[in-house]
């Protein structure tokens, strides 16, 4: 008995330590491609001189797009491109970004919407994480009108209907979280929201037009404070 005991535990202590492994490889892959876009945005950076006027609306366009591209994908920098274009434009430019930002936001919550589960489901799988995974496809079995009841069953938390009630206001606090690119960034947070079909798409859009304001309104602001 106590030999089954040690070996038992000596192949969780195995499993264990390939899931751990997995998940920092997953993590410095996710690093790594952050580290090439910051150098891609880098050698993008352009100095506008008015010798150069001719090619700001391209300039732009493209910042533009690589912004919303950026932003749109999870764990992507797209912050430094959108500070780029904010420098470009000056404060023109806090309303480029913020339009472009709820596009982002827009297209990730559709792509999470028509993003096959069973994808995760894999990922999860690969990381050794069979509860979560077997929990995930279980869950999207289910139709979305009876999903939040499923979830409140599914933990005997008292917290998780709470903040399941307030599941906008948690969205909107997440997007505004300093260090959200460890979860995500805007665009993972707003994927999982669409993969979840707790949210409706005129609420969340409404939702996120509002919560993101506070950057640009603060960015704004600094712009008029003499220095």
């Known amino acids: 008995m106590e030999t089954e005991t040690k070996h038992a535990s000596h192949l969780n202590g195995a499993s264990w330590t390939k899931t751990l492994a997995k998940i920092v490889a997953f993590v410095l892959v996710i690093v790594l491609l952050n580290v090439i876009v910051s150098v891609f945005i880098d050698m993008l950076e352009i100095q506008i001189w008015p010798e150069h006027l001719e090619i700001v609306d391209r300039a732009v366009l493209l910042g533009v797009i690589l912004y919303i591209g950026l932003m749109a994908i999870p764990f992507m920098p797209g912050i430094e491109m959108g500070l780029a ?60 009108e009876e999903r939040l009841q499923f979830l409140s069953k599914k933990t005997s938390k008292q917290s998780l209907p709470l903040l399941l009630k307030h599941r906008y206001l948690i969205l909107a606090l997440m997007l505004n979280l300093p260090g959200n690119t460890l979860i995500g960034g805007g665009g993972g947070i707003a994927m999982t929201a669409g993969m979840s079909r707790l949210y409706s798409f005129p609420k969340y859009l409404f939702l996120i037009s509002i919560a993101i304001l506070p950057g640009p309104i603060l960015i704004m602001l600094s712009s008029y404070i003499p220095r």
């Open 85 to 144: 274009l904010m420098i470009m434009l000056g404060p023109k430019g806090v309303l480029v970004v913020y339009i472009s930002t709820l596009i982002a936001l827009t297209i990730s919550f559709g792509l999470g919407k028509v993003f096959p589960t069973h994808l995760l489901v894999s990922l999860l799988q690969w990381l050794n994480l069979t509860q979560a995974a077997a929990l995930l496809k279980n869950f999207d079995t289910i139709p979305p």
